[in-house]
């Protein structure tokens, strides 16, 4: 998508939060410039949707084909208006310029990225078997066999050292945010509330109760290793069928 481009955010966007969306254009215009990405300036209409896959907050996930090249994606589609309302323009910028930079065999790759007047699209990797989560729970006794278990841990823990090593702590790590491709391997997904952190210090608290890390929940400074905390409670959960800690609330971040 060519940068210089980018229509202005505040184009169909409602009165009371043009000036945020004229902001975010300007955000977007700028922090975006250095991105991996086709200079092709995409549209809605270059894609065949299909089913949807997931549903959130902001938007919905569809299975979708590029008209061109057959080429199956999932298409994240956020709504520009929920986002500024919550205040989340920041969050999905850095979102996007993290993910865009990471390349893993384990992590789901954020392909482009292009919006109109109203919507944001993310063009995302196809994970053909969905969701981690839902295989989880499918499975006898809701828990994974020892050799999956270790399978799956591996993969997570290798493509969570490629984070580290690139200053990037992911800090939501669930088996909602991890998903399958055609061949059973780990994609890690939804980078919504990582954080590229070059001096690996942090006080913010955000993730799932459930893998919340002492560091966070006695509001202390962490690093990257709260991933590693987040990855054994992972562990457990696969070989036991639920976290070891469970609270009734679940999302976190202040």
Not at 42 to 49: G, R, T, Y
Not at 64 to 74: E, F, L, P, Q
Not at 97 to 126: A, M
Not at 201 to 223: A, F, H, I, N, S
Request: proline letters at 5%; a neutral charge; one cysteine or more.
């Amino acid at each position: 998508m060519d940068l210089q481009n980018i229509p202005d955010f505040v184009e169909g966007t409602p009165v009371e939060y043009q000036d945020a969306a004229r902001e975010m254009s300007r955000k977007m215009k700028a922090e975006l410039e250095a991105l991996r990405g086709n200079p092709k300036d995409w549209k809605l209409s270059d894609f065949q949707i299909g089913t949807p896959l997931s549903r959130g907050k902001f938007g919905r996930v569809y299975l979708a084909r590029d008209k061109s090249t057959k080429y199956n994606v999932a298409l994240k589609i956020l709504f520009k208006a929920e986002i500024i309302k919550c205040n989340m323009q920041h969050q999905l910028l850095r979102e996007i310029e993290i993910q865009t930079h990471l390349t893993h065999p384990n992590i789901l790759k954020l392909l482009t990225y292009f919006h109109d007047d109203s919507r944001i699209y993310l063009v995302l990797e196809f994970a053909a078997n969905g969701a981690l989560f839902d295989n989880l729970q499918s499975q006898p006794h809701g828990r994974f066999s020892e050799h999956k278990a270790a399978k799956y841990t591996y993969q997570v823990a290798d493509a969570l050292k490629y984070c580290h090593l690139n200053e990037v702590i992911h800090r939501d790590i669930k088996p909602e945010n991890l998903l399958l491709d055609l061949n059973d391997n780990i994609k890690l997904a939804d980078f919504g509330w990582s954080v590229h952190a070059p001096s690996n210090k942090r006080k913010t608290v955000c993730g799932t109760l459930d893998y919340l890390p002492p560091e966070m929940v006695q509001g202390k400074t962490y690093c990257d290793k709260v991933d590693h905390w987040c990855l054994g409670v992972l562990c457990y959960e696969f070989l036991v069928g639920k976290p070891p800690f469970e609270s009734k609330q679940q999302q976190v971040c202040t």
